[in-house]
Every structure is written in C-alpha cells, then in structure tokens.
C-alpha cells in the first residue's frame, strides 16, 4: 500500500487542516499520514487526525531537514502538500523532493502574491510539484499562468456531520429566547472575512428584527477589532463571539441563517456544511461561493456592501418561502456535487496518474 502524506506548514490552519482530515479519513487503499506543525492549532488537529485513526507526524519547522529524513526512513511514497496563501508550503515542496518523492500541492485560495520577490518564488517551486490541484475553478483561473503545469480542479467535499444534542439545549446554553432569530456565521476572524461588513449590516436589520442574534463563531487576527467595533456601536447583547468552537452541527440546527460575507474565498467548508445541513446561505458572489450554490442562488451580495448585505438578510428574514427554497436548492448542490467520496476519488485518480504510484512506467 502507498504511504501519502498530506502536509501544510501553516500554524493556523483552520478550514484547510479540516480539508485535510476529511480526505485522509475518504481516501482508501493508501496508507495516509497528517502532518503539521506542532503549535496549539497544529497540535489540535493532530488530536483530531489520530482520533479519526490516521497516523500523524508533528513537523518542526525549524528543523525541516528531520522531516525529510523522516521521508525517506518511513519510505514515503508520495508528499501532498496544501497551502492557503502563495508562500505557504514552498520549503516542504523542497525537502520532499530532495528525499526523491514526488510532490502534489493543493491551492485553496486565489492567488493573491503581488510582490515581484514572492512571485518569482512561487514560480521557482512549481518547478518541484508533479500535480496542481485548485479547489474551484475560480481557484484555478486565479493561478493561471503562474508557473509550468495545468491545474486539475477538485473541489472540497465533506462528509455532514449530525447535532450531538437537542436544538433546545444548544439554546438554551446559549441563553437563547425560543424566539430568537439566530443569524450564524462561521468563519475565522481575518480581514479576508469581513466581518466588519456584517457589524455594519447589523443596526440596519436590529431596526426590524429586535430579536435577531447574530452568532460569529471563529478565532483569528482580528479578534479584538471585531470585539471594539460591536462595542463601539452599542451591539454587545445581538452580536456574540463564541471564539472556536467544535459543534458546529448543534449551531447550524438552531440558525436561521448562516451567513459568509468574504472578501474572496476558494471553496468554504463552513458553506458547504451550511449547504448539508439544510441552512438558508447567504454569502457573498465571490470564487467558490460562485461555485457552491450557483448562479441562481437568490441569497448571494456583492463583497463590502453592507446595505445589500443588510438587505439580503431582512429578505432572508422576512420570506420565508424565499428561503425555504434556498435552502433546499443549495442542499440538492451540495448532494449532487460536494461530497467527501467524490473529492477523495478525484484526489486518488491524480495520484495514480503519477508512475511511480501507479506502478506503470512513464
């Protein structure tokens, strides 16, 4: 059996390490290993990816060269590394292919490099990897011309993960009136997010809908600035951060709505979740939001917009009809198109495209 490691050197890395573990855990007849850096993140998904019965490997990034002795003494056959931002992953591309195994590298944002320097970097480790995989077509548009080689096109999928308790009690240890309309949001707090959009959406649809919760789970860089925003604008009792959180599935049985306002995205997992789950979506019309839930979606605003954001929220509120409808639509794409089994299985056929894992020669 070929021994595949999934990689990523990011310390924060958050959707992208459960990306990783949805695939290790669809992916069979290969025996696959997670690796990660050992930080508090890094260190959680580890936890998660033994618990889930795969075998993992903590990478210290300071000292890249025992990673590639680990490559070649546990006979690695193949390393597939993902990245989030272009200048992620370059340094474990080079020491997998220096210990003579064969690189695969994920994309799962557009590429965003501007400076010269990185450009010409990223260029240069193209030079290493066998296969480029996008997790979107707006991914892969985003990349193209960046360097040698095409990109093959797998969009993330996941396996729906059910409400570990009653939708009653999640409100009710959120201190959540029956009547509370509970306006999720699942994202990390970055600027990439946009939160602040959503912040300033908010007096505009409290007006309407005094009992509108809006619910941000999700940790990040910006943290303490969404923290003063809300308090600076008076919105600490409607609007609650939860930080991270691991029941996403019991948050999504009590929302009416999840909402994504990014500025840009590859492909989201949280959406994709919110699809399975049967939860209205609105999110912004960028990338893989595109991708997710179709043209046609009515529940899709232009990035930065907080009126139509707004807007797009009271609609959602007040027609219940309207997404009723968009909820089963997106629910059916995601069926038809976003499941684990399937991306694992398009993951596997690249991989077998390369000789040395398929055992044809070239």
């Given at each position: 059996?070929k021994r595949i490691v999934l990689a990523t050197d990011s310390a924060q890395p958050s959707g992208m390490g459960e990306h990783m573990l949805t695939l290790g855990a669809a992916l069979s007849g290969f025996d696959i290993t997670l690796?990660?850096?050992?930080?508090?993140?890094?260190?959680?998904?580890?936890?998660?990816?033994?618990?889930?019965?795969?075998?993992?490997?903590?990478?210290?990034?300071?000292?890249?060269?025992?990673?590639?002795?680990?490559?070649?003494?546990?006979?690695?056959?193949?390393?597939?590394?993902?990245?989030?931002?272009?200048?992620?992953?370059?340094?474990?591309?080079?020491?997998?292919?220096?210990?003579?195994?064969?690189?695969?590298?994920?994309?799962?944002?557009?590429?965003?490099?501007?400076?010269?320097?990185?450009?010409?970097?990223?260029?240069?480790?193209?030079?290493?990897?066998?296969?480029?995989?996008?997790?979107?077509?707006?991914?892969?548009?985003?990349?193209?011309?960046?360097?040698?080689?095409?990109?093959?096109?797998?969009?993330?999928?996941?396996?729906?993960?059910?409400?570990?308790?009653?939708?009653?009690?999640?409100?009710q240890r959120l201190g959540l009136a029956p009547t509370d309309t509970v306006l999720l949001s699942v994202a990390r707090l970055t600027p990439q997010k946009d939160h602040m959009a959503l912040i300033d959406a908010a007096p505009r649809v409290l007006a309407r809908h005094k009992g509108a919760k809006f619910i941000f789970v999700g940790s990040g860089s910006e943290a303490e600035a969404v923290g003063a925003a809300i308090a600076a604008r008076?919105?600490?009792?409607?609007?609650?951060?939860?930080?991270?959180?691991?029941?996403?599935?019991?948050?999504?049985?009590?929302?009416?709505?999840?909402?994504?306002?990014?500025?840009?995205?590859?492909?989201?997992?949280?959406?994709?979740?919110?699809?399975?789950?049967?939860?209205?979506?609105?999110?912004?019309?960028?990338?893989?939001?595109?991708?997710?839930?179709?043209?046609?979606?009515?529940?899709?605003?232009?990035?930065?917009?907080?009126?139509?954001?707004?807007?797009?929220?009271?609609?959602?509120?007040?027609?219940?009809?309207?997404?009723?409808?968009?909820?089963?639509?997106?629910?059916?794409?995601?069926?038809?198109?976003?499941?684990?089994?399937?991306?694992?299985?398009?993951?596997?056929?690249?991989?077998?495209?390369?000789?040395?894992?398929?055992?044809?020669?070239?």
């Open positions: 059996m690796a990660c850096p050992e930080g508090e993140a890094g260190r959680a998904l580890l936890r998660k990816a033994a618990l889930a019965g795969l075998a993992i490997k903590a990478i210290d990034l300071d000292r890249l060269d025992r990673f590639g002795t680990w490559i070649r003494a546990a006979a690695i056959d193949l390393v597939h590394v993902h990245a989030g931002i272009g200048w992620e992953g370059h340094d474990l591309v080079r020491v997998a292919k220096a210990a003579g195994v064969p690189v695969v590298r994920t994309e799962h944002l557009p590429y965003l490099l501007t400076s010269p320097v990185q450009q010409a970097q990223y260029r240069a480790m193209l030079m290493s990897v066998d296969r480029r995989i996008a997790v979107s077509d707006a991914v892969a548009a985003s990349h193209e011309g960046t360097g040698p080689g095409r990109h093959y096109v797998v969009r993330n999928g996941l396996s729906p993960r059910l409400p570990s308790r009653p939708a009653e009690e999640t409100r008076g919105l600490g009792d409607s609007i609650r951060l939860l930080g991270h959180r691991d029941d996403v599935p019991d948050l999504l049985a009590i929302a009416n709505l999840f909402i994504l306002p990014s500025r840009f995205e590859g492909l989201s997992l949280a959406l994709l979740e919110a699809m399975a789950a049967g939860v209205p979506a609105l999110a912004t019309a960028v990338g893989g939001n595109l991708e997710a839930l179709g043209q046609s979606h009515p529940l899709q605003v232009p990035p930065g917009d907080s009126d139509a954001l707004a807007g797009a929220i009271l609609r959602a509120i007040e027609d219940k009809a309207l997404a009723s409808a968009a909820a089963r639509g997106a629910q059916a794409r995601f069926q038809a198109g976003f499941a684990a089994d399937r991306m694992a299985a398009e993951t596997a056929a690249i991989y077998l495209s390369l000789p040395s894992i398929s055992g044809t020669r070239p």
